[in-house]
């Protein structure tokens, strides 16, 4: 994951989750980890590899984001919910609809992670400040 990208008021609220919220975070969720992959792969230069420490942490932060979606299963699995499989498009037509949903999906989620990351810095910046 991106460094601080999940933070304690994130995990506070996961931890007081209503089972039936259960599968949305976990939408979301995979959805943060999916463009985080790609985000890390697409920055990762061969040529000019991170430090191991480094790809080790970001791997670390993606166990502990599955595994947090584990966890989000077991919870609402105990509550009785969800029965269903995973939805796959039966014709090319409609997969071809989804795959230009996922790529505006993929557009808007990327800018947002910037637009985050940007704010979560500049509020870091004034928290270190005042507390100095």
């Known amino acids: ?3 601080g990208h999940t933070c304690a008021f994130e995990k506070l609220l996961l931890s007081e989750t209503r089972s039936e919220h259960c599968p949305q975070y976990i939408k979301q969720m995979a959805w943060e980890l999916g463009l985080d992959i790609v985000a890390f792969s697409e ?5 000019n590899p991170p430090s191991s420490d480094s790809v080790m ?3 670390d932060g993606a166990i502990q984001t599955l595994q947090s979606i584990r966890e989000l299963a077991d919870e609402y699995a105990k509550a009785g919910i ?3 499989e995973v939805r796959v498009p039966e014709d090319f037509a409609a997969e071809q ?3 230009e949903s996922i790529i505006q999906g993929i557009r808007i989620a990327w800018s947002a992670h910037y637009t985050e990351g940007a704010l979560n ?3 870091r910046e004034a928290y270190e400040a005042r507390h100095r």
């Not at 920055?43 to 040529?47: A, H, I, S, V």
């Open 121 to 123: 810095q500049r509020i």
């Open 1 to 3: 994951m991106f460094p």
């Open 97 to 99: 609809e989804q795959l």
């Open 57 to 59: 942490a970001w791997i």
């Open 43 to 47: 920055r990762l230069d061969p040529r």
């Open 82 to 84: 969800g029965s269903g």
